[in-house]
Every structure is written in C-alpha cells, then in structure tokens.
C-alpha cells in the first residue's frame, strides 16, 4: 500500500487549505484513515480520523470545529479540509492507514501505513 499525501502550501492565518490523501496498490476501503501532523522539534499529533465506512470521526481538540475530515472510497481518496488556520497549524501533514478491520486508534503505533507528508505554513 502507498499513499501519497498533497494539497500543503503557505497561507495567511484565517486561511483555508484542503489537503489529499490518495491510496494505491491495494483498497482501503476496509480500513480506518487519519491524519497525523508533526512542528519542527515537536513529536507526531494526531489531527482527525475517519473510520473504514465514513460514518464515525475522531478530531484533536485543537482542530475540532475548523478541519474537516472525510473520505471517497470509490476513488480510494482521503481529504483534510483546514479552515481558519492558526499559525500552529504550522507542521508536516501526514496520511495513514490502520490495517482492514482494526478497531479505531488514535495512536501513531496503531497506524501501519503512512504518506510522505505535505507541508502546510501558516503565516501570521
């Protein structure tokens, strides 16, 4: 499995961004999605999580009511949506996927496949 994360960029604070997760190699349409996030000098966050059928999410409290998570499975493709951005939204933005059938965590360790990261600068 490969996923290939986009969409990161620079943007003034109070900006939007819609970030990309695209998988290839094998469906995940079995399997929980989430977004993880990492500032220079800061450990792997977790920012939102969305489960195999698109039903159920999990968001960070300092995310919940500005970033958006969702997910289209015919197109094996996840999206972050980031609204009013703060300047500590500043971090490599990163995709993974827990293995089919997992029950849903939070936790970097539970995840067995991860992007390569996009960068998203928030200015002030």
């Known amino acids: 499995v490969q996923l290939q994360a986009s969409g990161g960029g620079l943007v003034q604070a109070g900006g939007s961004l819609r970030l990309s997760c695209a998988a290839s190699g094998r469906a995940l349409s079995k399997s929980n999605l989430a977004w993880f996030r990492q500032a220079p000098g800061k450990e792997r966050e977790f920012v939102a999580l969305?489960?195999?059928?698109?039903?159920?999410?999990v968001y960070a409290a300092s995310v919940k009511g500005r970033f958006t998570v969702s997910r289209d499975n015919t197109y094996n493709t996840m999206y972050l949506q980031m609204n009013s951005l703060k300047p500590e939204d500043t971090a490599v933005y990163y995709c993974?996927?827990?293995?089919?059938?997992?029950?849903?965590?939070?936790?970097?360790?539970?995840?067995?496949?991860w992007g390569q990261g996009t960068l998203v600068t928030v200015s002030s």
């Open positions: 993974a996927a827990q293995s089919a059938g997992s029950h849903y965590d939070t936790g970097v360790n539970a995840f067995n496949y």
């Open positions: 969305i489960s195999w059928a698109g039903g159920f999410t």
